[in-house]
Nanobody, 123 residues
Framework: QVRLVESGGDPVQPGGSLRLSCRAE????????VGWVRQAPGKEREGVAC????????YTADSVKGRFNISRDNAASMVYLQMNNLKSEDTAVYYC????????????????WGQGTRVTVSS
């Protein structure tokens, strides 16, 4: 069964850091592009960061550029999102996705998605 399982979401204070993890099950991670999208309360889902499988190219949304970094460990079937200098506007449920191709790193990407992990940034 193809599945993606996120973890690492937690409450955190502004300026803090978190690392989200995503475990891929049932498929070879190295043959898929992977990425993260998020959905804040009352807002539409938006792309955060993605990484291809062919050449490791990354895409990072302007809103998180310089603060968030996506990485992958194909041997361990894991995808990570390192989030630094968190802001209140980063509060959202973060979803990990994977797909054979990566036409767009956003909510329209026809990927397989996990159930999400919640990040709350608040003082």
């Amino acid at each position: 069964q193809v599945r993606l399982v996120e973890s690492g979401g937690d409450p955190v204070q502004p300026g803090g850091s978190l690392r989200l993890s995503c475990r891929a099950e049932g498929f070879v991670l190295g043959q898929h592009a992977v990425g993260w999208v998020r959905q804040a309360p009352g807002k539409e889902r938006e792309g955060v960061a993605c990484i291809t499988h062919r050449d490791g190219s990354t895409y990072t949304a302007d809103s998180v550029k310089g603060r968030f970094n996506i990485s992958r460990d194909n041997a361990a079937s894991m995808v990570y999102l390192q989030m630094n200098n968190l802001k209140s506007e980063d509060t959202a449920v973060y979803y990990c996705g994977g797909g054979r191709e990566l036409p767009n790193c956003d909510a329209t990407w026809p990927a397989t998605w996990g159930q999400g992990t919640r990040v709350t940034v608040s003082s």
